[in-house]
């Protein structure tokens, strides 16, 4: 089953990790952000490994 929603809860610390890793997806500003109308399916396995490597584990997909 396919990503259907990503999310990122309060405490990101602005490490830039998740954009490294899935810039497709994932965006700095202030904080980590995810970018509207992005491609989950198609980043499904960067999504996960953005989750994984996060260091404050903020990061939630289902």
Known sequence: MSIQKV???E???ACALCE???P???E???EAVVKDG???ASNENDIKEAA???P???IKFE
């Open 7 to 9: 999310w990122i809860e």
């Open 52 to 54: 994984e490597s996060c």
């Open 20 to 22: 490294e890793i899935c």
């Open 24 to 26: 497709d997806v994932f």
């Open 28 to 30: 700095m500003e202030d």
């Open 38 to 40: 992005a491609d989950f």
């Open 56 to 58: 404050v584990e903020v």
């Open 11 to 13: 405490g990101c610390t």
